[in-house]
């Protein structure tokens, strides 16, 4: 296999998030790292689907989404 095909590889490469959660992970990029949202202030992945800090503006189409798809799952199961 070529050398110089495949990018290099960082272990423990620090995230932070903008809701204050910081995690390490395994990337092709040299860190810190930083992201608007992670699995801690994600809707999606957040157990009381609560929207915190600065990222509220975005969340709230994606909840409104979700809650439209179960709406019309309910009336189709109805």
Excluded at 16 to 43: D, L, M, R, W
């Amino acid at each position: 296999m070529k050398k110089w095909i495949h990018a290099p590889y960082y272990n423990d490469v620090e995230v932070n998030c903008i809701c204050g959660a910081s995690f390490k992970i395994n990337a092709t990029v040299p860190g810190p790292i930083k992201v608007e949202t992670c699995y801690q202030c994600h809707p999606a992945f957040n157990e009381n689907k609560e929207v915190k800090k600065v990222i509220k503006w975005r969340m709230e189409k994606f909840l409104e989404k979700q809650e439209a798809i179960k709406a019309a799952q309910a009336k189709k199961s109805a």
